[in-house]
Antibody
């Protein structure tokens, strides 16, 4: 069973950087494709980025391309999101989510989210 | 990018009544469509995938239908725990996109 827990959120000034982590306390991390989905306060869900189970393939929303980098360390059962040059509209709750590798990309496991606030 | 449009934005329903939520894609996504439920302060939960297949543990009162561009989530008899926001998401191609959500509230 995959159990995801995000960390690394916080308050950062515009233009700053933050690295989010998502750790899996289960035993099947390396067999899951993983994704980041964010939710601005009071708003809907926005897909941000996805990485394949082996880490070779990555995908980004146009809104974060060149600004965010997704990566994973399967030896540490951890997913990362490096966020640079942060803007106010990057504020929100960031969820990691995933699906079993080889399955279509609908998200059947979710973490509880970590909050990012970009403000001076 | 495929734009997903949900309607209505808010649906007021009495407990025990039927709720019908709509999701429309800007181009055909075949049946690569999922529905999620999100309650306040909680992460989303997968309800339906492949447009009509219930995820593990999802009650039978939830059903999905549709293909191509038009999809429906039906809750046959609303229970108190079903009042939440519902999102559709296509996974036909990158980028993945979600609808803006439908809030199901108590009438």
């Amino acid at each position: 069973e995959v159990l995801l827990e995000e960390s690394g959120g916080g308050l950062v000034q515009p233009g700053g950087s933050l690295r989010l982590s998502c750790a899996d306390s289960g035993f099947t991390f390396s067999s899951y494709a993983l994704t980041w989905v964010r939710q601005a306060p009071g708003r809907g869900l926005e897909w941000v980025s996805t990485i394949s189970a082996n880490g070779r393939d990555t995908y980004y929303a146009d809104s974060v391309k060149g600004q965010f980098t997704i990566s994973r360390d399967n030896s540490k059962n951890t997913l990362y999101l490096q966020m640079n040059n942060l803007r106010a509209d990057d504020t929100g709750l960031y969820y990691c989510a995933g699906w079993r590798s080889g399955s279509p990309p609908y998200m059947d496991v979710w973490g509880q989210g970590t909050s990012v606030t970009v403000s001076s | 990018e495929i734009v997903m449009t949900q309607s209505p934005a808010t649906l007021s329903v009495s407990p025990g009544e039927r709720a019908t939520l709509s999701c429309r894609a800007s181009q055909s996504v075949s049946t690569t469509l999922a529905w999620y439920q999100q309650k306040p302060g909680q992460a989303p939960r997968l309800l339906i995938y492949s447009a009509s297949t219930r995820a593990t543990g999802v009650p039978a009162r939830f059903s999905g239908s549709g293909s191509g561009t038009d999809f429906t989530l039906t809750i046959s008899s609303l229970q108190s725990e079903d009042f939440a926001v519902y999102y559709c998401q296509h996974y036909n191609k990158w980028p993945l996109t979600f609808g803006q959500g439908t809030k199901v509230e108590i009438k």
